[in-house]
């Protein structure tokens, strides 16, 4: 018996003595569940595991053996028939942002956040039980091809979407470099057209940044994946060295649909310190306090503009509520996407994984955003117009205000 085994055998005999003694009572498992009341103290251990909870699993193995003898058209896969059952335990969850990957997804996704993007390079998402872009990828087919933050994907190939999950359609997507694919796309209240989108094998940087005179910078982030934190020290290393004078700083994140939260933390630690960048709030509603505690280069900044649209979603929501909430930068373009929750990422040793949510986060200010969004301070809208002629007024507005300062 090790010492945290004999640690539970005297918590489960000191609650049971204290339950006889003030005339209480207790349930103990391994699991485990323990109430003692009746009369001052009061003591509860909830278990957050169904381990109290019977569940009979014979009408699973029925069905598997009845599907695995009787099926008709043959060989049956049984390594797919367990992943199908996987994927629809974890898809009764209702939950958009929690799924489970198959090897060939998984590797897609963990890729994508590498900077290798295999497909068209777009961002999904769910809004309205339907399938959108959430953000195409700087540089992707999907940009190339014209599609655009907020765009549903109506059809795959020819097939509806209808009530498939966002894993499913990436699965779909997903191909070879060099394919084509043929997508049904509606943006906004337009009529849907079709885009066929040849299949590309990209790298991108995550960061990349240009001088725009008069001592503003401008930081586009692309995402926030594995790569994020180096790149961003390379550009800022690269800003202090090549700019002589450095008055305000542009970031954009449009059409940014996130990744890791901690580059969320270290970038806005190059802004503040001391203070919290987000809240993460577990189910039980405890939270905890993400803070910025490294030392930055751009905490003397006088101004800090950042650039959303609807295509900017978790972790970007969260680097731009944490820098409007403590240095007060000011919002620049259309509401974002509100994506208010965390996900943990397990990677199994078959290759596949699992995305699972865990907790919210909140703001600074303790502002929940899920399903909402962030109004920009500043509302400047992109037309179809725009788009067409090559124009950006939300960065023109950005460096109009920057020179003012």
Known sequence: MNSFEKFQRFLIFFLVAIGFFFGGYYFGTKGYLIELRKNPPEVKIINQYPSDTTVDFTLFWDIWDSVSKNYLERPI????????AIKGMVDSLEDPYTSFLPPTVNETVNNSLEGKYFGIGAELGVRDDQIIVVAPLDGSPAQDAGLRAGDKILGIEGKSTAGITVTEAVSQIRGDAGTLITLTVQTQNNEPREVKIKRDVIKIDSVTWKDKGDGTAYIRIGRFGSETNNEWNKVVSEVNSQMTELDAIILDVRGNPGGYLQSSVHISEEFFRGKPVLYQESALGEQEAYMAKRVGAFDKIPAVFILIDGGSASASEIL?????????????????????????????KDGSGL??????WLSPKKEWIHEIGIEPEIKVEITDDDINNGRDPQLDKAVELAKEI
């Open 320 to 348: 731009a509520l944490a820098l409007r909430d403590n240095i007060n930068a000011k919002l620049i373009g259309t509401k974002s996407y509100g994506k208010g929750t965390i996900q943990d990422a397990e990677n199994f």
């Open 355 to 360: 995305h699972l949510t865990i907790a919210k």
């Open 77 to 84: 896969d049984p390594q797919k028939m367990l992943y199908g």
